[in-house]
Structures are given as C-alpha cells and as structure tokens.
C-alpha cells in the first residue's frame, strides 16, 4: 500500500501544477465576450498557444497516467477517493504560486477532505488485517483437521 501511496503524491503533485498552470493561461486568454465561431476559434488558437495552457495540460497528463497506474494496481473504491487530495494540494499550490487568499472556511473544508481521505486509508488497511487474519485462522484449521 505504500507504494501505491506514493505514487498517488507524486501524481497529485502533478495535478496541482497543472491546475496552476491552467488557471496562468486560461486568464492570458481573456474573457469571451459572446459566443460565436470567430470567438470561439480565437480562444482555441490562444489556447493552443499559451504556454502555460501546454504545460498544464501535460501535467494534467501525467496526473492521468498516475491515475491509470493506481487503478491498475488498487481497488478503484480506494484509489479514486483518494483523488479527492488533490484539492489540498491543489489550495496549497493556488497559495503558494497564485497568491490566492484561502478563507479559515475553506482550510475547515481542506481538514475535512484530508479526514476523509484518512478514513478510506484506514479501512484498506483494516480490509487487509482482516484478509490476512482470515487467511491464518483458515490455515489453521486445515492443520487442526489434519
């Protein structure tokens, strides 16, 4: 389990710095003033071209790749909630490089995400205890009846 563990930081790393990139160059972009094919295709082509938008969605890749290698290697109950860090992460990365003001109501939120996710880690743990126990006491029994 710790390896998955580890590989699901370095992907939430990932996906936070993808995020920040994002967010850079979505607002290099500019507002859209309405919608129409020749605003359409601009904000395609500043997309396409920015930078920050191509880094992100790199990042955003690799994040991705993590993500297909953990539900390869885990139950999806277990990994996939555990995704739900990469908020924390992602706050943390909005503070640090966007010098965004994160709220005490959005840190209790934060906490709260992170007590989740603490709680999905302990029942795998537990769900593994109670295999390998069941696996020893099985064991032990056909000896018995031997």
């Keep these: 389990m710790a390896k998955l563990i580890l590989i699901l930081?370095?992907?939430?790393?990932?996906?936070?710095?993808?995020?920040?990139?994002?967010?850079?160059?979505?607002k290099q972009v500019n507002d859209v003033p309405k919608i129409g094919a020749v605003e359409i295709a601009r904000v395609i082509r500043s997309g396409v071209t920015n930078i920050n938008?191509?880094?992100g969605i790199f990042f955003e890749a690799l994040f991705f790749a993590g993500l297909l290698v953990l539900m390869s290697k885990g139950d999806v109950s277990f990994v996939w909630p555990l995704t739900s860090l990469s908020f924390v992460m992602t706050a943390i990365a909005a503070k640090l490089f966007l010098d965004e003001q994160i709220v005490p109501v959005r840190w209790a939120g934060i906490l709260l995400i992170m007590a989740g996710a603490a709680l999905i880690t302990w029942s795998e743990k537990n769900k593994k205890e109670a295999r390998s126990a069941s696996v020893t006491q099985s064991d032990a029994s056909s000896h018995l009846s031997l």
């Design 53 to 55: 938008i191509i880094l």
């Design 9 to 26: 930081l370095v992907a939430l790393v990932f996906e936070a710095i993808g995020v920040v990139y994002l967010s850079k160059g979505i």
